[in-house]
C-alpha cells in the first residue's frame, strides 16, 4: 500500500465487552466513518466473531462506495492474549472466547494482513506514530477509566515482554495489605484509582461520616451507590470537601505509582489517557509536583506528563497504529 495514497486506509476495531467500534484511518492517523455494533460476547465464539465482521463488512462496504483501499485490519482485543499469534486467550468480559484465534479467522475472511493486540499497548503505539507521544523513544502510556491500562513503547516498538502479556501496570501493587483486586491480587494501582475506584472511596467516605447533604448526592440524586467518579470531579469543582479529600487522595496514589514506573523505565514522556484521565487533567500539576516525594530519580521532573491525544477512539486509533507498523515491515 502507497503510503502517500490520499485514498489508501486501514481499518481499526475497537473490541469491547459490550461494543465493537470499528473506522476507517489514513495515513495521518485521521479517522473517518465509525460504525459501531453490539459486542455478544456471553454466548459462543461464533457470535461473538460476527459481531467484529459485521462492523468490518460495514466499513467495507462504505469504502467500496468511495473507491477506498484497504491495506490492513487492526484489532484491539481483549486480553489476555498473545499478539505474536493472534490467539485471544481467555479474557474476563469476552467469555465467548477461549484460545480463539481472532487474527486468523479475520484474515481468512477479508484476505488481509490482520494484526490484534491489547487496547492500552496499542493505544500507545497510536500516541507515538500521531499523538502525545510523537518524537519520543520512550513513551509510557497509561489509560485510567473502568480499569488502568498500561503500554510501553520503546523505539517505536510495542514492548510485550517474553510472552507477550507485559506490560500490566494496573496491577503493579502500591499496598500488599490494599483491597483485592479484580486480578486476585491485593493493592494494585487499579483498585486505588480507577473510575469505579475512586466512586467507591468517596462512596465509603460519605457512608462512614453519615453525611446528609453534598453535592456528590446532589448529583446522585441521593444515592450514595449511584455516585461516580464525574460526580466526585463535578462536587469537587462545587466546593465539596468530601469530593476534594477523595481526589487529593487520588492524586497521591497516582504519584505513588507513577514515581515508581519512573524509578523502574525512566520514560521520555508520560502519557495519560482513558476516560477518567479526562477529567483528571486539571491535576496532572499536582500530580508532578507530587512524584519528587515517591521517586528517586532526581530529575523525574523533566520527565513531561501529557494528555493522550485519542480519547474514546483511542481503541481505533490503536488498532490503525498496528497495521502501519505492519504494512512498514
Given at each position: ?197 475512586i466512586a467507591k472511596r468517596a462512596q465509603a467516605m460519605l457512608a462512614a461520616a453519615n453525611v446528609q447533604h453534598s ?17 466526585v470531579i463535578q462536587a469537587n469543582a462545587a466546593g465539596d470537601p468530601m469530593a476534594k479529600a477523595t481526589l487529593v ?81
Amino acid at each position: 500500500m502507497a503510503t502517500n495514497d490520499q485514498n489508501s486506509y486501514v481499518i481499526g476495531v475497537d473490541v469491547g465487552g459490550t461494543k465493537v467500534a470499528a473506522g476507517f484511518v489514513n495515513n495521518a492517523g485521521e479517522i473517518s466513518e465509525v460504525v459501531r455494533v453490539k459486542m455478544v460476547s456471553d454466548a459462543d465464539a461464533a457470535a461473538g466473531l460476527n459481531s467484529v465482521t459485521g462492523a468490518i463488512d460495514q466499513l467495507l462496504k462504505m469504502g467500496q462506495e468511495r473507491g477506498w483501499a484497504v491495506g490492513a485490519i487492526g484489532i484491539c482485543a481483549p486480553g489476555p492474549l498473545d499478539p505474536n499469534t493472534g490467539v485471544v486467550i481467555n479474557p474476563p468480559n469476552v467469555t465467548c472466547w477461549r484460545n480463539f484465534p481472532l487474527a486468523d479467522e479475520i484474515s481468512r475472511r477479508y484476505k488481509l494482513p490482520v494484526k490484534i493486540e491489547n487496547d492500552a499497548n496499542a493505544a500507545a503505539l497510536a500516541e507515538v506514530l500521531w499523538g502525545a507521544g510523537k518524537g519520543f523513544s520512550k513513551v509510557f502510556y497509561v489509560s485510567i477509566g473502568t480499569g488502568i491500562g498500561t503500554g510501553f513503547i520503546l523505539d517505536g516498538h510495542i514492548y510485550n515482554g517474553r510472552t507477550g502479556a507485559a506490560p500490566e501496570g494496573g496491577h503493579v501493587s502500591i499496598d500488599y495489605k490494599g483491597p483485592v483486586c479484580g486480578c486476585g491480587k491485593r493493592g494494585c494501582i487499579e483498585v486505588f484509582a480507577s473510575g469505579p475506584a475512586i466512586a467507591k472511596r468517596a462512596q465509603a467516605m460519605l457512608a462512614a461520616a453519615n453525611v446528609q447533604h453534598s453535592s456528590m448526592l446532589d448529583l446522585a440524586n441521593g444515592q450514595i451507590a449511584a455516585i461516580t467518579s464525574e460526580h466526585v470531579i463535578q462536587a469537587n469543582a462545587a466546593g465539596d470537601p468530601m469530593a476534594k479529600a477523595t481526589l487529593v487522595e487520588t492524586i497521591e496514589l497516582l504519584s505513588v505509582f507513577l514515581g515508581n514506573t519512573i524509578d523502574l523505565l525512566e520514560p521520555d514522556v508520560i502519557v495519560i489517557g482513558g476516560g477518567v484521565a479526562a477529567v483528571l487533567k486539571p491535576f496532572f500539576e499536582d500530580i508532578r509536583n507530587r512524584i519528587p516525594d515517591w521517586c528517586v530519580n532526581s530529575r523525574n521532573r523533566e520527565i513531561p506528563l501529557v494528555s493522550a491525544h485519542y480519547g474514546a477512539s483511542s481503541g481505533i486509533a490503536g488498532g490503525a497504529a498496528l497495521c502501519r507498523q505492519l504494512l512498514a515491515g
